[in-house]
């Protein structure tokens, strides 16, 4: 017996929750029991590392510190939590999983690209999503309207990392396009219903009929 493995991504504020939240809801109506995770967390030794790297407090940790705090996370949650419950047929919904450490800490923070890679496939033992969500939103709309004309120097970066970011997975996204389905941003029923259509294939192989 497998499971079926999806994941969703996209920059801060993308909706990810929303929609993870109605997806859940609708395989339960299916008379599935999901999984339903978040990165970096979902074991104790995640939810530990989420506190170390959310920590307004640790604004100065190195990048490639982080990128191992992240693979850290993600090794325990993959082994422990992920691995297990495919293994038994469940359905896995992760809010972020390695793609989120390639445009962050890699397109976002400048770090070697095939260098996160690596620690990525060495973290997750190389379990990769069937099927994976791309959230898209273009971070000058959200950002650049919530900032005054005179930004200050932080501000300004901001929107330049998060334009890289959103660089970094749709170039990620257009490089597998058999795994991943770019959904730009949208009234979240219109959204909702781009996540049904992208993901009733690899449902239908799992014998699961998602009703929108
Ligand atoms: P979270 O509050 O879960 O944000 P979101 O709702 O946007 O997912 O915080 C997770 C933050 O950590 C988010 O800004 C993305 C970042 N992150 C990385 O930088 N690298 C990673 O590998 C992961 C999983 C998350």
């Known amino acids: 017996m ?40 979902g074991t104790i030794v ?55 450490t390639v445009a962050y800490q890699g397109y976002g923070r400048g770090l070697d690209l095939e260098m996160v890679r690596g620690v990525n496939a060495w973290a997750t033992r190389g379990l990769v999503p069937d099927c994976t969500i791309l959230l898209d939103v273009d971070p000058t709309e959200g ?21 890289r970011l959103r660089a970094g997975y749709l170039e990620m996204a257009a490089a597998e396009p058999e795994r991943w389905t770019i959904i730009p941003r949208d009234r979240a029923d219109v959204v909702w219903a781009a996540v049904v259509a992208a993901l009733a294939p690899v449902f239908a192989r799992a014998g699961i009929r998602l009703d929108a």
């Not at 950002?143 to 334009?163: G, M, N, Q, S, Y």
């Open 2 to 41: 497998s499971g079926v493995f999806i994941t969703f991504e996209g920059g801060d504020g993308s909706g990810k929750t929303t929609q993870i939240v109605r997806l859940a809801a609708a395989l339960r109506a299916a008379g599935c029991d999901p999984l339903i995770l978040r990165e970096p967390g």
């Open 46 to 100: 995640g939810e530990g590392v989420r506190e170390i790297v959310l920590d307004p407090r640790h604004e100065g940790v190195d990048p490639v510190a982080e990128t191992l705090l992240f693979a850290a996370s993600r090794a325990q949650l993959s082994a422990t939590v992920i691995a297990p419950a495919l293994a038994s047929g469940r359905v896995v919904i992760c809010d972020r999983y390695a793609d989120s």
């Open 143 to 163: 950002i650049v309207a919530a900032t005054p004309a005179e930004a200050d120097r932080l501000e300004r970066e901001e929107i330049t990392f998060h334009t």
